[in-house]
């Protein structure tokens, strides 16, 4: 395209600088080529200024980067600086977290109005309210992922990249490309080693998401020395052979316009884009091209020399001159200009197609709606696994409400996730052997063998926009200890996630102690911002699912039986909401039970024995959710513990690590589990209701001859 | 070499069929070719009957690799049956742990005495002394890792084969080749989607591990439907890339010849070697190549129709015809035959090398001796970050004992886990180009940034016989959460493998929320078999060290701080093994304050501020390691907490769960952390003495003004 063209009316695709005209990326950069130096050289100075004003930081990798970010911010994504959340922005995600300064920096020179010069210099400073973290957090302007755990963030673009892959197939008609944004990912050494970027970009490959590039700093330096001394394979044939496209760049730290060619090439590709950027970290200082420039600040001498050869005065600090300025001083315009071209596009369909229109709108608001009328008000009273239960709770809600995409690492006939009529995604083109086909407006995601994958993707479907994709992910319990890093991004990250995990419990049989998941809970029971969730029927269970539907900005985990439970009379769904209930009170107890989850009925089971041979009365409680408990009143607590009354026994199968919050003794686990058909692992652990029975009169007794065991925590 | 060679007296390099005679595994193969036809058969339909008795279990696997097991078991392995822990046999992996029938069936066959008709029969039953649980066991003879979550047994393999390395550098000597057995590992599609397995293939390649041969069941199924559903990549290609020798094998369900010389050609190779073996899941029955082949049992009827075609009798069940029997009988005493050879060569060896013979021998019976002795009696008195302390206590041991292989995921300058004159483990021909150089000698790993693998490569090094290498990693404690399914395989196979992890508690600053672990010990801490240990100072990691290193079955993480921390007066090594002391007594306390780790000086500072200011008297306890303090008897317990007469408060920045057991009121964080200097983020969570002394007295108020709060844990 010629500079001075009309824009395209639907579809901006060029770099607008005024409302009538766009230029070629390739063309700005000729035009502008003079100015590169001395921006390069001010953005790399400043870098080694933002470090040493507090000796720490990460100067090297954003130094050796600045070419990157300058072809980005300034030639290649579309994005607006003052409507950060400008629906169809470019988003740009930064794996490589520690070199957050590269982004500050960047966000800093495009404009945005939050990330002023006095908040970029609080990068390590002691300020509390900095917008210069250690690494990119979500809750900034102009940052899409929370990143700084290596390969979380390549994992989190693959994410990103489907989500527009998928509202585009959703949404999009012909002559209005509602959503069509790239996403672009910077990635180091790391993300290349570390399995959770390795199975997303296996991913990435396969679905052929040609809307992703990423961006690698091919530095050859980690923090031990170089690349070479653990890693030496043929990086750009390992990722030809997942399916991506591979661009080579010799000189990233200079070659701005071979870097905005291949960055412009890359999108709406035909498949992912990989450019290997050959960059020197810490470029101009004396520790250029070692892994001392990685993580240390280069030292007042090194920073003066390094100003002095670039003919800058040694005496003065973070300086940008005019000239930088005025290089980046039209983004926020142009960025405008992009928001309102997409935003008249966007009204011109809405007239076309109303009721897509309107959906869009919904889904951009990030609106759930009628979800709760189609949980079902009752179920079948045969005994049923929750994990089957999940099933007819969730899928009828999957089936309606488009928001929701479903995926399971490669257990689609043990989760239950599946509904009629369900689609997959796929790339279109793809042709499975085993004949299910699908497309990118399918909502099911088969994400393979890879459940590190699957909960960092997701993350990205969530972060997308708020709301707009709810993305549930499914496996055994157990292994989410796999995807526990990814897990815990979604929940410091206020995402939305759902997961479904089946299996849980010792009850889930031969498949032994690898797969029992004996103390998994506690990390997730401690986790901030997550509810863990183990409903004890299909009740119960229609209860976790509307609290983790409810929960908008928390992630989720429900926690489901592989085997068949029975239907207890008086669970609630009201109940699970709060976290613990009173299942069966008894004003004549002198015992509480705590049942949870797949041996709540064991609970259950003991009173009603308790009773029938010993003449004991005991209370039950049902516990599902301990974080739902703890939001409770304290007098609602009090009131289902009764603590200061009588005891309180919890049976759970699980290592007992929290429970003497609530409890007073635990028939409980705390060795790794044994491989036995269900019914006869409870025996093995003396969990069947007998030996349980035999357990807490066995504590009741004890305490009576000890009364100091009474302020301890005793586990049976 | 023709049949009725000489054996070789020093290496057994074939397949020896009397004392003097041995014969290549090709000749062998040749010479028993039509027996193959009928014990093909007969594993099948044995592998069809053992799942259908119980109507459960993986059959299509295990079918659709009989050939491979009959390549390895009797034409390629060398190993004994009777002398199943025979120190330089080869070591086979099934990585694919959920066809361990496939595994079972051949020990049964090659002779493991252990392994009875009877036990075989015991798959999937109620049999509590099964041998034959739902994946393999360590415990069980012929097992050599525990195996299930998918990846971990590839990676384990990795470990094993590095393992070899070491130990044939290290005591090999011309014509004494001690060490020379090759590591077998058997995958499924999944361990190429899994993170950790395509992390330790990216290491094996790296390391050139020649003595590793993996073999890919290639049968395109998965539980969700074939493997184009999520991978379409050119696994080939990626292994080449890798760095590895790539093999094909397109009949593998019947080519016994072809795999016997791919898998002879893979031994003591220049790289590992890959060879992928086309089969058919579930081969000969109704539902072959299918998914449905791979996880339920073929139901009577199929399994009846498999046999009647293949001429054996419905009626009958778990046949195993002489011919069969036969076929294998030979295994035991071939077996026996290594064993002689290389005991014959080991004793020669000792002659020749008395002082390496008798070092030899000692690494091989696992022992650790004289380290307690190169512990500091004392340290230097200034402040010292506990990860220096750990270098301090633990380096000048890694020095000495050749036992410790010490490793990091690219956290050398983090970590201080190195010692002068250390070298590096690598291939002697690699040459980095940062110039640090190593050889399979070396002691120090640098794992690259693969947390996960680097745990499950080093159980695979201390798998390797019990005690000879007792491997140490390192990286943040955060990053143990990428890790932790490794950790946990650690310690279910009660492997001793020491976790140095710095940069626990939020005091590590500015990287922020994603690198605070605040809820991490919880899982660690409830973790069956593993010692989590949060030392406060010096000597505390002196005692964190000694418990680690004594507990031999054990796995432990050693978790210390990246900032300064005093040494304080009173702390004690010989406390820290016992999980908790009393390190500040006090006749008249009336509050007893629990210190732990990076904040134990936290808990002094609030116990002097609370006498000076209040003249409140407290006590205060070090806490180190709940699961030490979990062994001590309950007077020790009981005199250390004293809660029946007073509270005690412990001060911790994490999450308090698990806490409740030893305190009524936690000053703790249950929000993610947040990016700041140090000593500021410990302000912004009010951490410091003067917010915890306020928390501290505001509690004590409560509890005075509402007394059920004492029967109640408190969050402060």
């Given at each position: 395209m010629a500079p001075g063209a009309l824009i395209d009316s639907k579809t901006p695709s060029g770099l607008p600088i005024s409302p009538k005209n766009v230029v070629s990326a390739r063309e700005l950069v000729e035009a502008e080529k003079d100015s590169h130096d001395i921006v390069l050289k001010t953005?790399?100075?400043?870098?080694?200024?933002?470090?040493?004003?507090?000796?720490?930081?990460?100067?090297?990798?954003?130094?050796?980067?600045?070419?990157?970010?300058?072809?980005?911010?300034?030639?290649?994504?579309?994005?607006?600086?003052?409507?950060?959340?400008?629906f169809n922005r470019d988003r740009f995600v930064l794996s490589n977290g520690h070199t957050c300064l590269f982004q500050y920096t960047f966000l800093h020179l495009a404009g945005?109005?939050?990330?002023?010069?006095?908040?970029?210099?609080?990068?390590?400073?002691?300020?509390?309210?900095?917008?210069?973290?250690?690494?990119?957090?979500?809750?900034?302007?102009?940052?899409?992922?929370?990143?700084?755990?290596?390969?979380?963030?390549?994992?989190?673009?693959?994410?990103?990249?489907?989500?527009?892959?998928?509202?585009?197939?959703?949404?999009?008609?012909?002559?209005?490309?509602?959503?069509?944004?790239?996403?672009?990912?910077m990635i180091g050494d790391a993300c290349l080693q570390e399995g959770v970027g390795m199975e997303a970009i296996s991913l990435a490959g396969h679905f052929g998401l040609g809307n992703l590039t990423v961006i690698y700093d091919n530095n050859q330096i980690t923090c031990d020395g170089s690349v070479d001394l653990t890693n030496t394979e043929n990086v750009n044939a390992k990722m030809s052979a997942c399916g991506w496209n591979v661009v080579d760049i010799a000189n990233?730290?200079?070659?701005?316009?071979?870097?905005?060619?291949?960055?412009?090439?890359?999108?709406n590709s035909d498949k992912p884009t990989f450019i290997n950027v050959r960059t020197v970290i810490g470029i101009g200082s004396k520790v250029e091209g070692t892994a001392v420039a990685h993580g240390v600040a280069f030292g007042a001498e090194d920073v003066a020399t390094m100003k002095k050869s670039n003919g800058f005065n040694p005496e003065e600090h973070f300086v940008v001159g005019q000239e930088t300025r005025d290089f980046?001083?039209?983004?926020?315009?142009?960025?405008?200009?992009?928001?309102?071209?997409?935003?008249?596009?966007?009204?011109?369909y809405e007239k076309e197609y109303p009721e897509l229109g309107a959906k869009f709108r919904s889904r951009m608001k990030g609106e759930l709606k009628g979800w709760e009328e189609l949980i079902p008000k009752s179920f079948p009273e045969k005994p049923t696994a929750t994990r089957a239960s999940s099933g007819l709770v969730f899928n009828p809600i999957a089936k309606e409400l488009d928001s929701f995409m479903v995926g399971t690492a490669d257990l689609s006939p043990s989760v239950n996730m599946s509904w009629p009529g369900m689609v997959d995604f796929q790339h279109p083109d793809r042709r499975p052997s085993c004949g299910i086909n699908g497309n990118y407006g399918g909502r099911y995601i088969h994400y393979g063998v890879r459940e590190h994958a699957m909960c960092a993707v997701a993350n990205g479907l969530a972060a997308f926009s708020p709301?707009?994709?709810?993305?549930?992910?499914?496996?055994?319990?157990?292994?989410?200890?796999?995807?526990?890093p990814a897990v815990r991004m979604g929940a410091l990250q206020n995402l939305q996630v759902l997961h479904a995990a089946t299996h849980d419990s010792i009850g889930m049989g031969e498949d032994g102690p690898t797969h029992q998941p004996i103390e998994l809970s506690t990390l997730y029971r401690s986790m901030p911002n997550l509810l863990y969730i183990r409903p004890g029927d299909s009740e119960e269970t229609a209860g976790a699912w509307t609290a983790a539907i409810s929960a908008r900005n928390t992630p989720s985990i429900i926690s489901t039986s592989r085997h068949t439970l029975p239907q207890l009379p008086s669970t609630s769904r009201q109940g699970v909401l709060k976290g613990a209930y009173v299942l069966q009170?008894?004003?004549?107890?002198?015992?509480?039970?705590?049942?949870?989850?797949?041996?709540?009925?064991?609970?259950?089971?003991?009173?009603?024995?308790?009773?029938?041979?010993?003449?004991?009365?005991?209370?039950?409680?049902?516990f599902p959710c301990q974080r739902l408990f703890e939001r409770q009143a304290v007098e609602y607590k009090r009131d289902v513990l009764r603590r200061h009354r009588m005891p309180a026994v919890v049976l759970e199968p699980y290592a007992p690590n929290g429970w003497e919050r609530y409890a007073d003794a635990a028939c409980c686990v705390t060795r790794f589990g044994?491989?036995?058909?269900?019914?006869?692992?409870?025996?093995?652990?003396?969990?069947?209701?007998?030996?349980?029975?035999?357990?807490?009169?066995?504590?009741?007794?004890?305490?009576?001859?000890?009364?100091?065991?009474?302020?301890?925590?005793?586990?049976?």
């Open positions: 953005f790399r100075l400043l870098i080694a200024d933002l470090c040493q004003q507090f000796k720490g930081g990460h100067p090297g990798g954003s130094i050796g980067m600045a070419a990157i970010g300058v072809a980005l911010w300034k030639y290649t994504m579309r994005y607006a600086p003052h409507t950060p959340s400008y945005y109005r939050a990330m002023t010069f006095d908040q970029l210099k609080s990068y390590h400073s002691s300020r509390w309210d900095a917008l210069c973290p250690g690494h990119p957090e979500i809750e900034h302007e102009g940052i899409e992922v929370t990143t700084g755990p290596l390969g979380q963030g390549i994992a989190n673009a693959v994410g990103l990249a489907m989500a527009t892959k998928h509202l585009a197939a959703s949404f999009n008609r012909p002559g209005f490309e509602v959503v069509g944004n790239q996403t672009w990912c990233g730290c200079f070659d701005i316009a071979g870097l905005v060619n291949a960055l412009e090439a890359s999108r980046f001083a039209g983004l926020p315009s142009r960025g405008e200009m992009y928001v309102e071209a997409w935003e008249q596009l966007v009204d011109d709301g707009t994709i709810v993305p549930v992910t499914s496996s055994f319990f157990m292994f989410y200890l796999y995807a526990a009170e008894n004003e004549a107890a002198t015992l509480t039970l705590i049942g949870v989850g797949a041996e709540l009925s064991h609970a259950v089971g003991v009173a009603k024995r308790l009773k029938e041979e010993k003449g004991l009365e005991a209370r039950v409680v049902s044994h491989s036995l058909p269900g019914p006869e692992a409870y025996k093995y652990f003396g969990f069947d209701v007998e030996s349980l029975t035999a357990k807490v009169l066995g504590y009741l007794n004890r305490v009576e001859r000890d009364e100091m065991l009474r302020r301890e925590f005793v586990e049976l």
